[in-house]
């Protein structure tokens, strides 16, 4: 029988000799006062370009789904070209190009290669479908027939009840509350009106950030940010949001519906971006649920039980307090077993957990911590975070860090002032093997 | 689990290769590839065996993958879970997959952990130990996973059912994570033995991606997997598809509002093309049907006549047995599933009676072009495809050549695999009603709330 060595893991040593992988993050603005986020990655000719906007769903006020229709049509006209030319002429060139909206930005990404034959011409329709849109009311008929039919397979899938059900019921009248394609009635009502005027009131440079990660020297990083956010008007920065009101007692849903698993939360508002306390929270849930594999969860629920393919935990910071949640699907006859096993590791965990799992998930993040920044595409997802959250230029240097410096107290004190389990919210999509109460 | 094919992860083609690949042979047959990329001070360790869900018959569907589980329960060294906790210590990722033609494990670690995943990951190349107890455990995690993926979703039911028709004696016939009764009935035996037949050094190929020295990594891999005996390895028997003499139908209800179909054609791949130029002449046939927004069946059919929600091709180049050219469709509210069908072969007509624009080859080239060098914004997807080539029994080199092999493509080459493969008499169509299911009102019971 062979022996495998024993690898010792001092992270005082690993603190001290391990040189913590450096991003070089630039920052700057342009002409019309736009923020740019920027990393130099000179070893493949390929660039990425993201220009984002606070202009989420949380911005939508009545009309619910008013930004994510926004985005969704930029790039179908311009007063130059149509949407034929318009998808003709990216993909002659090679290059990716896509939307997406979420609760608190819209955005909209570009890949491509540096040849300027390609970059050139692929920057300048890029700038003329975000700074020259048109919105045309054939193409916004057929996009919302599209949409209506998305939003009522919507009403079968059950890991989307759940979603949606867990914003509705954590957030009541919050901006974040409905769902960010809006809903059948709220979309019915959209107009080229509404679109125009969200456009003109939050598809502005103040608003905006632009990143920029790639093999293009700074001066012509300056160059495509200026070229790209020329035409935009400057306007003003959106309103800060309001703060949510956390759940005042537990409360529990069940919505009946014919699948073979019941799928399942428990969840309660989290922190937003740049608390202080996210070190202490999320290096915890990691242990708890965050980590896959060798998590709390995972070791309770699927390798000693079996219960399930996946569970986990995350944290989820925003503008404003995002949900925790915890999160897994199992046969529906397991349902109640899943959930009892859930709140007792949570309830366990909040009460203490051993060193030794401590000091090991320490030495996950900070030796994994490389990884995070591995490519192209996940540095510039963390710089766009980085700006748009106004978080610190050093945020991903300092973060090792942090969580050496981390103690037990440090990571319990944090989670026992965020998190309350006798006010979480639970909610079940299937048919549970859970009696109701009948009230 | 998951499939891939070159196509839908990545596409290769021809640009300067920015790295060489060092190819290493060590004396028990096992292959090694090392990629450097010194990008990141990071790398992957993947080791590929070549045995997947079309290695196997009837009774035990689905066994490699679950075995593909077993392989975190423990070796003679090892306790069950331990493995992916060291790796994690490291700071490492962890995880496997298991496809029609291949099961392939990677760690992905700062690279001064590669010698310690390689290590680990040889230890488990024959040392494992299957316990009943926690084989138990995890067919149970199985049987939620298909639940998951499966049964509460009826596209991929669909797709399921799809494939069961469109093979009948091919074992493309089930699928990788295996029918549920078939699950429900495996024994420690069964996975002994098929660990036991497959997972040997001469049936693996070990792939490195990352700030590493070759030389080195070779170094370690005589040290660690040269250890292990190569096993006598049985090609499994041909189990050849029969031929399709005329079209085949079938439809399943289940709980959707729009309905859908896919339709499929049989098509050779690399491995069983008599003419490979033929594959290449599928893939800018698929690349034009929906190859990007200005691709005909977005363009024509979901913005042109709004036949359609949606409208997708694909086409697996790389499969180790004969392939499907498959396309699918959701047809917008008002129109029915005929219409919908009716539109696709009148798409397929289009193809077959005349040859695509050399606007649209153009568009082809620069697309799979960029691809290539965008796909080396990741060593995970690098390794991805190596491994994936050698396992099905391709040179490494189909990767660097591939846009070669697309440039000598002519617009009549398209149209003469339209012609002879896209026909009525070979399609396989599989339709999705929906069944009248939804959310049973009203559903606000409460329970009790907060921690037991």
């Known amino acids: ?439 | 689990m998951v499939r891939i094919g070159l196509f839908g992860l990545v596409m290769a083609l021809a640009w300067p290769a920015q790295a060489s690949i060092s190819k290493f042979k060590l004396d028990n047959g096992m292959q090694v590839l090392v990629k450097e990329d010194h990008r990141a001070p990071v790398v992957v360790q993947q080791v590929w065996y070549r045995v997947g869900s079309n290695y196997e018959y009837g009774g035990i569907t689905g066994i490699s993958h679950m075995l593909e589980h077993m392989m975190f329960k423990g070796t003679e060294s090892l306790e069950p879970g331990e493995f992916s906790k060291v790796v994690s210590k490291l700071g490492g990722q962890d995880n496997a997959f298991t496809s029609n033609d291949y099961t392939a494990y990677y760690q992905v670690v700062g690279t001064q952990n590669l010698e310690k995943v390689m290590e680990l990951e040889s230890d488990r190349m024959r040392n494992l130990v299957i316990k009943d107890e926690e084989f138990q455990k995890e067919r149970d995690v199985v049987t939620e996973e298909r639940r998951w993926r499966v049964e509460d979703r009826p596209g991929s039911k669909l797709y399921e059912l799809f494939k069961a028709s469109a093979y009948v004696n091919s074992p493309q016939h089930h699928p990788v994570i295996g029918w549920m009764s078939d699950i429900r009935a495996y024994t420690v035996d069964d996975l002994q033995q098929w660990y036991q037949q497959w997972y040997a050094p001469n049936n693996a190929t070990l792939v490195v991606v990352g700030d590493v020295d070759p030389k080195q990594v070779y170094e370690w891999a005589k040290r660690y997997y040269g250890a292990h005996k190569p096993e006598t390895i049985t090609p499994p028997k041909p189990r050849v598809e029969i031929e399709q003499e005329g079209e085949r139908r079938i439809q399943m209800k289940g709980a959707t509002k729009s309905p859908s179909l896919i339709m499929g054609f049989h098509a050779p791949s690399l491995v069983t093309a008599k003419d490979s130029q033929e594959v290449y002449a599928l893939s800018v046939l698929n690349s034009v049907l929906d190859g990007g927004d200005s691709a005909r069946l977005p363009r024509h059919l979901v913005r042109g006549s709004k036949v359609a929600v949606s409208a997708g091709a694909s086409y697996d180049e790389t499969s180790r047995l004969e392939s499907l050219f498959m396309v699918n469709i959701t047809p917008s509210e008002g129109k029915t599933l005929k219409e919908a069908e009716a539109a696709l072969w009148e798409q397929i007509e289009q193809l077959q009676q005349q040859p695509i624009s050399e606007d649209e080859l153009k568009r082809v080239l620069a697309q799979s072009e960029a691809q290539y060098v965008f796909h080396q914004d990741s060593i995970q997807s690098q390794a991805m495809i190596l491994g994936s080539l050698v396992s099905i029994g391709l040179p490494t080199e189909t990767y660097d050549n591939w846009v070669e092999n697309l440039r000598q493509v002519t617009p009549e080459a398209v149209q003469a695999v339209a012609k002879k493969y896209l026909t009525r008499d070979k399609v396989t169509v599989a339709t999705l009603l929906p069944n009248g299911e939804g959310v049973q009102t009203p559903s606000v019971p409460v329970m009790e709330g907060g921690v037991r």
């Open chain 1, 1 to 439: 029988m062979k022996q495998l060595t024993v690898w010792a893991f001092a992270f005082a040593c690993l603190l001290s000799t391990q040189a913590w992988a450096k991003v070089d993050i630039q920052t700057w603005q342009t002409a019309k006062g736009t923020k740019v986020m920027y990393v130099h990655a000179p070893q493949l000719p390929m660039v990425d370009v993201e220009l984002m906007f606070d202009a989420g769903s949380a911005r939508d006020g009545d009309q619910w789904g008013v930004a994510s229709f926004t985005s969704n049509l930029l790039g179908t006209a311009t007063p130059e070209h149509d949407e034929n030319q318009i998808s003709e002429a990216f993909n002659d060139l090679g290059v990716q190009i896509g939307s997406n909206a979420g609760r608190d930005s819209a955005s909209i990404h570009l890949r491509s290669l540096t040849r300027s034959e390609i970059l050139t011409p692929a920057m300048k329709l890029f700038a003329e479908i975000v700074g020259q849109p048109v919105f045309r009311q054939n193409i916004m008929a057929r996009e919302k027939a599209r949409l209506m039919t998305g939003l009522k397979q919507k009403t079968v899938k059950p890991q989307a009840m759940l979603s949606d059900e867990l914003w509705a019921k954590l957030y009541g009248d919050h901006p974040y509350a409905h769902p960010v394609p809006g809903t059948l009635k709220t979309v019915e009502a959209l107009t080229v009106e509404d679109l125009k005027a969200f456009y003109k009131r939050y598809y502005v440079a103040a608003n905006a950030q632009v990143t920029i990660v790639g093999a293009v020297d700074r001066k012509q990083a300056e160059q495509m940010a200026e070229d790209l956010t020329r035409s935009l008007a400057t306007g003003e920065k959106a309103a800060a949001l309001p703060q949510p009101k956390p759940l005042d007692k537990a409360q529990a849903k069940i919505i009946r519906f014919g699948s073979t698993q019941t799928y399942y939360t428990l969840a309660q508002l989290g922190v937003e971006r740049g608390d202080p306390d996210y070190y202490a929270l999320f290096l915890g849930n990691h242990l708890l649920g965050g980590s896959g594999f060798g998590s709390l969860l995972m070791e309770e629920v699927r390798e000693k039980r079996g219960l399930v393919y996946g569970v986990s935990s995350g944290f989820y910071p925003m503008k404003v307090p995002g949900p925790f949640q915890i999160g897994l699907s199992t046969k529906n006859a397991s349902a109640k077993e899943a959930d009892e096993v859930v709140k007792q590791t949570l309830a366990q965990f909040m009460k203490d957990f051993p060193d030794e799992k401590l000091a090991e998930i320490k030495s996950n993040l900070i030796g994994g911590f490389p990884l995070r920044i591995d490519s192209n595409s996940k540095i510039a997802g963390y710089i766009a975070m980085i700006g748009f959250y106004d978080l610190p230029l050093d945020y991903l240097e300092r973060f090792p860090k942090k969580m050496a410096e981390l103690t037990k107290e440090d990571v319990l004190n944090a989670w026992r002032k965020h998190i309350h389990p006798n006010k979480m919210l639970t909610l079940m999509v299937g048919e549970p093997n859970v009696k109701p109460i009948e009230k």
